[in-house]
């Protein structure tokens, strides 16, 4: 775990990086794809952020992207999902992506991994109320984090603290809730 000593004299980190050519929150996933994938990926990601959802997953379905591209697709797509309100499709693209990630076809890095499954089990949580693998994960996910430099920290790790912040919340309200 970072000292305090150490948490003050790492780089602050900037809230507003994401880079303004890009409209998916993954950028640091965008280093691993061509300029004409990242042209397509970013058509559908404008068009699910603005609410024009059938094109979004005309372009995530019928386009073909490199299997460098799979990582950053699979969240992406996830996230067009959730936001058409189908949790339990987006939370079913990114098993498939953890199983194509098993199966050694794509290899992810660890905090991409991590980020997936803390995902998985808030999209559960949120759709299907089930608490124990997001609590399970919210365990994982502190030990791990507890473990990394705060200097280390990209864009994945910072998406992770918030759904992890996110699910702490949540038990929180339904501990509230039930006592």
Known sequence: MATQAEIMDAQPFDWNRRNPEHW?????????????????????????????????????????????????????????????????????????????????????TLATLHLVRIKIAQLELTALGKAAPALLQVRALREWLAMQHISDYNDIMVRIWFLLLALIAIRLTLYSSIV
């Open 24 to 108: 998916g929150r993954h950028t640091s996933l965008y280093t691993s794809v061509d300029t004409e994938s990242t042209r397509r990926l970013e058509r559908a990601i404008k068009c699910y952020t603005t609410g024009h959802f059938s094109e979004s997953t005309r372009i995530f379905d019928n386009s073909v992207f490199p299997p460098s591209a799979t990582t950053l697709l699979a969240l992406e797509k996830a996230l067009s999902l959730e936001r058409r309100g189908c949790r339990i499709e987006a939370a079913q693209c990114l098993r498939d992506l953890l199983e194509v990630s098993e199966d050694g076809q794509v290899v992810p």
